[in-house]
């Protein structure tokens, strides 16, 4: 990612000072008309407070007129808590009609990931976690089958088994939305979580559910589309990461991956080749939501890589 | 591609003699029913006639129940001309209701190149065709507008201006189907042809005409499929080369390339990003149609690379 | 993989007859100089014993002169047992000069994997294996450090422990070895091992033991190739799986694949692109051996897909 | 590109009004040690002039210490030409110790085109040149054969043939350089080139020359790359668009792409694999640094794309 620095930074101090600084750490974000003085609003908010910009980028949509900003900065030691960061910036805010938050960067997001009976992406997921690939807390695993019991509790991640059947379906996304709030969820991950949430729930979750289509949308939406693939004779397999929306597979694109395949690939073979797809979209999707890199911009993402 | 050899060239000659065989040189293309003895009664057939395998394909296809093979091989000097070859096959073909064809490599391939305002694909079709990397004749260019006829001049290839409005169409059609006829055409390219061919048209051309579209079909059908691409928010677009059908865009896909983009690429140079990929696609499709790897299973096809 | 079908398979029976049945499956692969009647004398060999050819690729090198054959049959019940079929095609295979192999291909493959303290290739291949993506046996872990001695266990693979120092090396590699005799290993699988084998056991393991080496080899030889990638300024890393050589990282080459980096991406965060091309790029070079589709050529590898 | 504002822009006009704005429209690059303020004073600079940013870049690399700038901007109707601009800029730049340009881009680049017997990048950059693709001139086409005299003719691009011995090289090569002078030559473009520069001459040219390896460097330097990769067995073959340097093919890399291939593809495939690889790759380079895109950083480049 592009290392950018703003004027009112380089009045204080150079980025690999910054870099350095011992303060607590946060990332804003903010959408809002595009208009006349966002940036030096922001910087200025920022220069008042000692607070030092490591990085930053801007993108103006000239088709939606909106503006979309990310900015990563460090505050003073004995500088502003982000209570007062929040409480002083909603000024600024709510004249630009922004849509913002501060994320203080020593939070580590809390994933809940959804699953079902196809364990890969849960499996990438959880060792990058493990690993410090994903920065990350997972508080909660949750699938509609026992079959992963063992690799959540092998990675020591409470495991709650909930049974979905058309009966019973809103009860327990009931439950699961308890979990949510009890453990304070940040992202939920669809990692090949093979039921429907309702329009409800969705909405509920909107810009905080990814969800990992196997096909390279919008082809292919639906059920079994390594086998409307083939169907189709394409000569390119892929997947898509998306935010869950309450149209099904029409949510915002986030990340996107192929492989090449030939005549020879039957369905189940395109369904191998196609996991690894789906471990390296996922997880690429998981990391640029929880560094805050990716931003709505209507049925569409920013994501300022 | 894999070079395969059967029982019957290994009885005869090694394949390195039969690389310099001096004989005129054929490729047998078939599909057909799977069943047993296929491929021995052709490689029979071709040893009666002294006839050396220099290589062979076969696939089966599981679903279809079809069977496809492509065999090139040489014929022995003064032995059998493709008349005589095509008369004494022709009983192993109904017998085994074989779609099948001899091809002379002798013989190049014609093609007819049909474009519109978009140049890219032509010119890199002809730079190909005149360096030798497309081993073809192309006696005629066909545009609805005037722009490339200089282009056509220096390459020395015949142009041909035929406009087209909803009057004209099926005249101009005509006049099409007329130098199709008078050049004995084997394919027919729509290097970004933006006219729709009449249904009837397309049943006549059927097998031997080879569209680029500008998106990575199935996604995209239509028109402006980059602003399409844009509108969703993709982050790879993509070209596809597919056999025109009477249904737009839904016919046999041959080949696909797609590119990375992101939020900041606008339709525009969407565009210009794609042409690069249209060039590639399209190439890669006409070479493998006119070296005979192309058969079709279908609505798919079967590359023999 | 292209499906192929000879003359004598189908005199006996069609592959899809062939695909059902009952009897034991053999993988036979050779190599040889090129010269005529190979094909033949196989297929004969095979339909005196009323075995059926399922799928056959064969490929002559005009370089060096050699040619590659890789035929899957099933053998009738009741039909030979493998070594029958050994010490009958040993007469052929003596006659011809080939390096030949008949595989039962209801014996897995033995692994061994060797790690250091990167453990995302080990990872990923123990999941592979835990789920069927890799159908083979894995015996035992071998590494020098403590690291993974959990997750070994876990996934319930014997985990030794060979802490290695200049002094100790040749003995502990002669206790490697003995693991190897003892377990019946069919592949050494180098997970990023850091230590590099002798000239002797690498000799010994000729033709039977993978590594993966981090760089896009010939690129970037030896140690912290991703330093070497950064400082070089390259616009893409890749991973190379190749066999193991006693000239090191000079082994014959079986997958490659690479990923778009830029002037931002550090070192460190190379490591991290590198990591998902490392599994598979490895986990296809491992599936490629294991199932027989990988036969040397020299310094280079023939690969039937 | 991701469009950026500063707080000037943003304290002067909205960038879109700056998009339409009428001035004349320039692009500053700069490179210099890393420290407090260039951004500041970069824009104070601008600001004072009532220029206006429309969009700006910046990156600092810890390694070299280096700070690398891309800022776009107009000038008010009336306002500073481009001698003011360079001269009032000069004290900053003295400051800061910048390497650094201010260029018009109402001038387009002037490009010379050097090229031997393999014309396919020539015909590649005279077709985006000719349709726009490539915004520059291109004044002249030195070769040291007549293949492409024509080809030059009909793009009506001036022809110059310098025949090159051992005992002429470097008398033709003052010729080559009375040409760069004569045509104001921004850059010199060695489009598959076969003869190498003199040291003295890739002095002259030293970040303004750009050549195609076809390799992936820094694998296969020097000769017949394509067979080296044949003979060595790797599964991807590339190229590469480097800054020539005296020390051959070891100049900073600008852009790099690979194409797969497996063990049937021949030396000549190779090639002709490579041509469309090397057409890609060499255009974006030109695009990049025609845009004033590319930065040199040591041995290495920052691209702003």
Redesign the interface.
Known sequence: ????????S???????AAMSSPGPRFILTLSCP???????AV??FLAQRDCNIIDS??????DSGLFFMRTSFSAPVGGPAQVELDAEFSEIASRFQMAWTIHDTAKRQRLLILTSKF??CL??LL?RYR?G?LDVEIPAIVSNHRDFYQLAA?HNVPFHYLAVTPETKLQQEAKLWEIVEDEKIDLVVLARYMQVLSPNLCRRLEGRAINIHHS?????RGAKPYHQAF??????I?ATAHYVSAELDEG???????E?V???V?PEELV?VG??IE??VL?RAVKYHTEHRVLL?G???????
Chains 1, 2, 3, 4 share one sequence.
């Open positions: 990612m592009l290392e950018r620095k703003t004027e009112l380089s009045l204080t101090e150079p980025p690999k595009d208009t006349v003085g966002i940036v030096f910087a200025a980028a801007q993108y103006g949509d000239r364990g890969h499996n990438d060792y690993t690939g092998w390279f949308l919008p082809s292919f169907t189709r004779g394409v000569k390119l892929g915002p694109i986030i990340e996107q991956e192929v090449r030939d005549h020879t039957g191998a996991r690894d471990n390296v997880a911009n049925g569409k993402t920013v994501v300022f890589r």
